[in-house]
């Protein structure tokens, strides 16, 4: 029920957009603000979500995370203030880029091209926060029982979010600055974007061995691991993984570390 309710809060929110951009005759500068709030908006209710979890059932991860890759190393911040500060200074950025290029536009005689309409900024703004807050509320009441390793899924989503978004931003408005068909350019942005979004709301597929094809391509490409068929290299890797993610499962007592 509560991947039932997540889906249909996921679709009302890329839903506004979308519908404001090809049926309420949105702007592409309304479109992005709108985006942008999201965003913003999105990361500030994971923080949420990590504060309370942290609170109600605290693990190693909360405090000491070990994040995937590699070097397997520690952060040497909370995790819930490296997430906050890495969405939001990238978010902070990024508006300040979208407001740069509408300032350089406008100041070309291009305003009325992608000037941004407030009210159906702020009323899109409303309908995106009503709808992030109604899918806060379906996770409330069993948050106590997620594991670290639920909340390191969504924070993880919500970089994704941070990159497609920003990156539609980005691209987005220089299309629209410099083609000469803004709209169908910039259209594809939104359906990528909400296709992507959408898409982050099923189970990721996490297979045990790779597939036969990727490995006979793999093994063929030199080994970063000498010694090792990309068969081994794999399963090393998710044994790796389970490692790191049951290290920041461990409850957490306030001690400074515990025994690895």
Not at 50 to 61: C, D, E, F, N, Q
Not at 89 to 102: E, K, N, R
């Amino acid at each position: 029920m509560n991947r039932i309710l997540h889906l249909v809060t996921m679709i009302a929110v890329n839903a506004i957009p979308l519908a404001g951009w090809f049926v309420g005759g949105w702007s592409p500068g309304t479109t992005l603000a709108v985006y942008w709030f999201e965003t913003v908006a999105a990361s500030l209710f994971v923080g949420l979500r990590a504060v309370l979890h942290k609170r109600w059932s605290p693990r190693r991860g909360h405090f000491k995370y070990e994040a995937p890759g590699p070097d397997r190393s520690y952060s040497r911040t909370s995790f819930i203030k490296g997430f906050l500060f890495t969405t939001l200074v990238f978010s902070a950025a990024h508006g300040f880029f979208l407001a740069v290029i509408l300032l350089l536009l406008t100041h070309n005689g291009q305003a009325a091209m992608i000037g941004i309409d407030w009210r159906s900024v702020g009323f899109g703004c409303l309908q995106v926060l009503i709808a992030l807050a109604v899918d806060f509320l379906v996770d409330l009441p069993g948050l106590r029982r997620w594991s670290f390793w639920q909340l390191e899924v969504m924070a993880s989503r919500g970089f994704m979010r941070v990159g497609v978004v920003h990156l539609t931003l980005i691209f987005g408005m220089l299309a629209v600055a410099v083609t000469d068909a803004p709209s169908a350019l910039f259209g594809v942005f939104v359906v990528l974007k909400t296709m992507y979004s959408l898409s982050t709301t099923f189970p990721q597929w996490e297979p045990s061995t790779p597939p036969r094809w990727l490995s006979r391509a793999m093994n063929r490409v030199p080994s970063a691991r000498p010694g090792l068929t990309f068969e081994e290299q794999w399963a090393k890797d998710r044994i790796d993984e389970a490692k790191r993610r049951k290290e920041n499962e461990q409850p957490w007592t306030g001690r400074k570390g515990t025994r690895r």
